[in-house]
DNA sequence: AACAGTACTGGTAACGTTTTCAGCAGACCA
DNA sequence: TGGTCTGCTGAAAACGTTACCAGTACTGTT
């Protein structure tokens, strides 16, 4: 037998329409249900579109409708457990609205960041989720002025950018609470390893951070502070500096998961125990704070929380919204093992 | 000059055409730099380009072209750090070749797992690669079969689905070596914990594990193995139950980066040091596993280079390749402390 | 009996692109 | 001079939908 292989090119509703004896438009009607349109009329078009085997175009219906009810979510950092749970949290409240999500990442770099705006843009998304990567760069701040859709931001601000929703994370209040507590075991040299001082956590923590020494009237520690980006090898290298100082710090707080491993990594390299030569805080609860040995102490917040606060921003604005809002998380903190007294000899 | 901020509701390529005096299909030819057009028309275009604002729209462009340059990954976990770089690993290499890539998450349910692939073929991506949750099931089967463009399986075979492309692991190898390692150090109630049986990654090392039983002529201790599902509450209650046996475990593998979590968790619990009272090997080294302590033994393997081998076989079916291809990457061995002798009483 | 409403259907013009086709210069060759 | 060729451009037909506008056949009201 000779298989006359035709590839099948996909039924259109055309083929549809010829194939039940209707017009294309009552195919259309039948598959968007719209009200008036007759039994006889839905069972002989269903009947048309098992038989041929038809698959609607999103590509063509978008087209004509003018919206794809598709939200683009550009990810800063696949890799971080805490996206993870953003963009779950985010896409199970789009889907109760029936939008779908793609899911892009940035891989922390600006100019990626650019191109995904500019990609979703181009494919006609109905609003963004995102989190830049660097708050204050021309380009990335032109592509999203570009954007015609809602967008909000997440645990950002974009200068000179204030017609998006945004969700925010108590950053200062958790800092605060995990300094006071460090002060509070009698630490002073406190140091503060976190990433690029142009993104609001980082800001936010540093606030937090200073506050907490402000209200017990003590001079913030500066040559401990160390900012430069949220990545593993950051954390690492800035603990061993620090670790190497005349006059080291007694505690460390790691602000931001990615950098825990990276400063575990040194201290383990330094031969420091964790809890006993140096107290260590670190935010976000990941499986290797809790099972470290000891315990490691972390600011924590919700992070699906958060996603689904920005889904339901977002959602609001495509609603017909006027007017961005903003949301925040709440932190707190779990203290364990990694926290200890200072030491006195 | 007065600026009229007229909201330009999206310029269109008529409008460009318009504004620089020429013919729609000349604006086409320049945006798609066809070889047969002057540097004047090039030039005005450009300008009216710029002037207008415009903006090319994807979806017409994909409609009227019959391909989107887009290929779907649908991933079964986002909060698997490795399947973080395995999407890293493929997005790389598809921007090499101008394809852009659209994620999305079946949160390992097989029902999403069916939506999204009916989703993205409705969305007329040009490819697809995945990593179905369930092998057997009948809806994704069917929905695979109804899909025309190259499909690219990660460590998954799916029964009588035969035209797709795949990367594996050698995960048999590597529980192979992991067990001949414990077997060697004298453990002989070692339990192996994974996944569902339906996924191949767990047949293949159930494989490797019985092989190494066999080639030293032992019996495989059938009432150690526990298949479930890849995420840490199963890892701890499938350990909790191991540890409560009458003829505990001394060695454990834990086959699944997300049960060690769990595992660690119920070892804890019940007091047992790793290394100490029982050795642990896990797969796929996780900073969770290297920093643990002791540091915890990894069947490990290249997860960004699954991504790119994953990626190229597609861009070849893409290309034109007739027949479906099959690439194979290694695991390696990482010994540390967490396996130790048996101790002997 | 005339009229207005209701329930349904068909035809057709969009949506914003790309691609084919034909046309028009000028150049080159014989 | 006539001819084909080459470089460039414009007009128009797709791509697969949805939405609008009529039109038909009933139903019910006065």
Same mark, same amino acid.
């Given at each position: 037998m000779k298989h006359e292989y035709v590839t099948m090119k996909g039924a259109t509703m055309k083929e549809v329409a010829a194939h039940a004896g209707v017009a294309l438009s009552s195919v259309s009607r039948v598959l968007n249900n719209h =009200? *008036?349109? /007759?039994e006889a009329m839905q069972r002989q078009v269903h009947d048309a579109i098992a038989a041929v085997g038809y698959e609607p175009n999103l590509l063509a219906s978008s087209l004509r409708r003018g919206s794809t009810e598709t939200v683009g979510f550009i990810a800063? *950092?696949? /890799?971080?457990p805490l996206f993870a749970e953003i963009v779950l949290g985010a896409e199970r409240r789009l889907d109760e609205s029936g939008y779908s999500m793609v899911l892009t990442n940035s891989e922390g770099n600006p100019e990626r960041d650019e191109a995904m705006i500019r990609l979703l843009r181009r494919r006609r998304i109905d609003g963004l989720i995102l989190s830049v990567? $660097?708050? #204050?760069r021309p380009g990335t701040i032109a592509e999203l002025s570009k954007l015609a859709e809602p967008v909000v931001l997440i645990d950002r601000e974009v200068s000179g950018f204030h017609t998006a929703s945004a969700v925010f994370t108590d950053h200062s209040g958790g800092m605060r609470a995990a300094s006071e507590h460090l002060l509070s075991l009698g630490h002073r040299r406190i140091a503060l390893i976190s990433g690029a001082r142009s993104l609001r956590p980082v800001r936010e923590r540093l606030k937090g951070f200073e506050a907490a020494f402000a209200t017990r009237g003590l001079q913030v520690p500066e040559d401990l502070l160390r900012f430069g980006s949220f990545s593993a090898p950051f954390g690492q290298q800035a603990t061993a500096e620090l670790l190497a100082? $005349? #006059? =080291?710090?007694?505690a460390i707080i790691s602000g931001g998961n990615l950098l825990l491993t990276g400063v575990l990594r040194a201290l383990q390299a330094g031969q420091r125990s964790v809890g006993g030569d140096i107290s260590l805080i670190s935010c976000d609860d990941v499986p290797l704070a809790e099972l470290h040995t000891p315990p490691i102490s972390v600011v924590d917040r919700d992070a699906v929380q958060m996603g689904d606060a920005a889904a339901s921003l977002l959602l609001d604005l495509l609603a017909g919204g006027d007017r961005p809002r903003v949301a925040e998380v709440p932190t707190h903190l779990l203290l364990r093992g990694s926290t200890q007294p200072l030491a006195v000899d």
């Amino acid at each position: 037998m000779k298989h006359e292989y035709v590839t099948m090119k996909g039924a259109t509703m055309k083929e549809v329409a010829a194939h039940a004896g209707v017009a294309l438009s009552s195919v259309s009607r039948v598959l968007n249900n719209h =009200p *008036d349109v /007759s039994e006889a009329m839905q069972r002989q078009v269903h009947d048309a579109i098992a038989a041929v085997g038809y698959e609607p175009n999103l590509l063509a219906s978008s087209l004509r409708r003018g919206s794809t009810e598709t939200v683009g979510f550009i990810a800063s *950092d696949i /890799s971080n457990p805490l996206f993870a749970e953003i963009v779950l949290g985010a896409e199970r409240r789009l889907d109760e609205s029936g939008y779908s999500m793609v899911l892009t990442n940035s891989e922390g770099n600006p100019e990626r960041d650019e191109a995904m705006i500019r990609l979703l843009r181009r494919r006609r998304i109905d609003g963004l989720i995102l989190s830049v990567a $660097d708050e #204050d760069r021309p380009g990335t701040i032109a592509e999203l002025s570009k954007l015609a859709e809602p967008v909000v931001l997440i645990d950002r601000e974009v200068s000179g950018f204030h017609t998006a929703s945004a969700v925010f994370t108590d950053h200062s209040g958790g800092m605060r609470a995990a300094s006071e507590h460090l002060l509070s075991l009698g630490h002073r040299r406190i140091a503060l390893i976190s990433g690029a001082r142009s993104l609001r956590p980082v800001r936010e923590r540093l606030k937090g951070f200073e506050a907490a020494f402000a209200t017990r009237g003590l001079q913030v520690p500066e040559d401990l502070l160390r900012f430069g980006s949220f990545s593993a090898p950051f954390g690492q290298q800035a603990t061993a500096e620090l670790l190497a100082l $005349d #006059d =080291p710090p007694t505690a460390i707080i790691s602000g931001g998961n990615l950098l825990l491993t990276g400063v575990l990594r040194a201290l383990q390299a330094g031969q420091r125990s964790v809890g006993g030569d140096i107290s260590l805080i670190s935010c976000d609860d990941v499986p290797l704070a809790e099972l470290h040995t000891p315990p490691i102490s972390v600011v924590d917040r919700d992070a699906v929380q958060m996603g689904d606060a920005a889904a339901s921003l977002l959602l609001d604005l495509l609603a017909g919204g006027d007017r961005p809002r903003v949301a925040e998380v709440p932190t707190h903190l779990l203290l364990r093992g990694s926290t200890q007294p200072l030491a006195v000899d």
